[in-house]
């Protein structure tokens, strides 16, 4: 597959974006789940690929352009993807992902962009509990009023906004998010979910919604 076409990677980083909307904005806290987490994670990386047309998604299938691609991380999960010819299913790829611990390496992309910092809050009679938080905690709710805010207008989303409220919803995220929204939101994101994704992206945010709930994962909110 080539990538004839292809663009720049998005400022946003759809990873990136993802795990601070899951960040408590008072606390620094990560209010997923560690499984949702990382399978939400594991969808945005490929879902950044998706993004810049270096991946595809096709009947469940990835394919991958020959195209190198700037960002670390996300050459790394396209080499992977590309070489490995055992794994060739998108879900089976999410899950590939997070035995790799793929929530380690969007943490450590952000470590060293300045996006996070590395902290610990100490807990009575528990190990003090390690935080990858934003200099400013604003920023955590950031992508989630924004989304939130288009949806009320309503007006159409960004396919990089789209598809990272897609794996909010997979993974129960998007009912904090839109809880201070009217009813409405919900049907609208519903909408432009079926009619404005992208064939690909779709299936990302519908693999995803398979791993969770093939993991019986629930959401901490």
Partial sequence: MTAPHYRKAIPGLLADEFFLAGLDDMTGEQRLEPQALAAGLAAAVLGELVLTRHMVVEAGALRVADVAVADGLQEKVRLWVRKDRSVVLARDWIMVLVG??????????????????????????????????????????????????????????????????????????????????????????????????????????????????????????
């Fill in 100 to 221: 790799r611990d793929i929530a380690t390496l969007v943490r450590h992309r952000m470590l060293a962009a300045g996006k996070v910092v590395r902290t610990s809050r100490k807990r009575l009679l528990r190990k003090p509990l390690e935080l990858y938080v934003p200099p400013s905690l604003s920023t955590a709710a950031a992508a989630g009023v924004r989304i939130a805010g288009n949806l009320s207008v309503p007006r159409p989303l960004s396919t990089p906004d789209l598809l990272l409220a897609g794996l909010l919803r997979a993974t129960g995220r998007d009912r904090e998010i839109l809880s201070h929204c009217e009813p409405g939101v919900h049907e609208e994101l519903d909408r432009q979910l079926r009619e404005n994704l992208c064939p690909s992206a779709a299936q990302l945010v519908d693999h995803t919604t398979e791993v969770l709930v093939t993991a019986a994962v629930t959401p901490l909110f």
